[in-house]
């Protein structure tokens, strides 16, 4: 990934921040996004001390506002010249409801964020990439783009969508040397499911925590690491033909009856 530029969204914690360990180890150098500053400029600081020979930007914008994301894709080209990968992975989960209860305004919230997001970063990198006749996209959709997820129907059918977006683009912009593909991560253990497990036992997030990691083949819940090692492949040369493709990375879980 050396001298490699990559754009990475929901950068200050989690999955995107965890991808960004990963590639700052393997030497490219980074665009880091999201709207929580205070947190990406600690964490932005903290990686650029540990990894002094890379170069890091950090821009601050909301994914669901599209001059937002005009305005990340430009600092970056304006920085490094070039975008090599987008990671375009900012996203949020909304509150658990029954599909008929569901809260309208969250309801927006999460189309906006996971499905709108997503679009914009598409809709902006791939002239870039058309230019350069190179790029590789992630996108992050979940098992929940895969399959049914009890009192989640937004962010189910934010992330189905996400799927199909990536099959979208790979199909058109394959001819431009451009490999577009989304993981579909199963429970890792990131700050949004933390959250999510505090809502499903708000006096015992542990005890949800444990029952869930013993319904998994592998009986544990997945490293952040994990993924970002698969997003890094999938974001290098390496990967020279795998497209629009949704990768599980969920140990297993989604083949379970
Ligand atoms: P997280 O809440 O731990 O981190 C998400 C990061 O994205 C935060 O830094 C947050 O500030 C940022 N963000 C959220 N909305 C944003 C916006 N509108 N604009 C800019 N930044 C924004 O979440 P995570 O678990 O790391 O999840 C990352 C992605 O992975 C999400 O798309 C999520 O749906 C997906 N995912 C996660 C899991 C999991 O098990 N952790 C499973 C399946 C899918």
Same mark, same amino acid.
């Given at each position: ?34 709207? =929580? ?27 669901? =506002?599209?001059?937002?994301?005009? =305005? ?45 997001? *997503? ?58 040397? !451009? ?20 809502? *499903? ?14 319904? =998994? ?24 033909? *795998?497209?629009?493709?949704? !990768? ?10």
């Amino acid at each position: 990934m050396k001298d490699k530029a990559i754009i990475i969204t929901g950068a200050a914690m989690g999955l995107g921040l965890a991808t960004a360990k990963v590639l700052a180890e393997k030497g490219a150098n980074l665009s880091l996004v999201d709207y =929580n500053e205070e947190q990406l400029i600690k964490e932005a600081e903290k990686l650029k001390s540990e990894y002094p020979e890379i170069e890091i930007i950090r821009v601050k914008a909301d994914v669901s =506002n599209e001059e937002d994301v005009k =305005n990340y894709i430009n600092k970056t080209v304006e920085t490094f010249g070039k975008i090599d990968g987008l990671y375009n992975n900012a996203g949020i989960e909304g509150k658990q409801a029954p599909l008929i209860d569901y809260d309208l305004k969250v309801f927006e919230k999460v189309i906006d964020i996971n499905l709108m997001g *997503v679009y914009y970063g598409l809709r902006y990198v791939i002239p870039i990439m058309q230019k350069q006749k190179y790029g590789r996209i992630v996108n992050v959709a979940s098992v929940g783009g895969i399959r049914g997820v009890i009192n989640q129907t937004p962010y189910v059918a934010s992330k189905h969508a996400v799927s199909g977006m990536s099959k979208q683009a790979a199909v058109e912009y394959g001819k431009d040397g !451009i490999l577009t593909n989304a993981i579909a991560p199963g429970a890792i253990l990131t700050p949004m499911v933390a959250e999510a497990f505090k809502q *499903v036992n708000p006096e015992d997030p542990k005890a949800a925590e444990a029952e869930y990691a013993k319904r =998994n083949p592998t009986r544990a819940l997945g490293d952040p690491k994990h993924v970002g090692l698969l997003v890094s492949f999938l974001l290098s040369e390496e990967n020279g033909y *795998v497209s629009g493709q949704t !990768i599980a990375i969920d140990g297993g879980e989604s083949n379970m009856y």
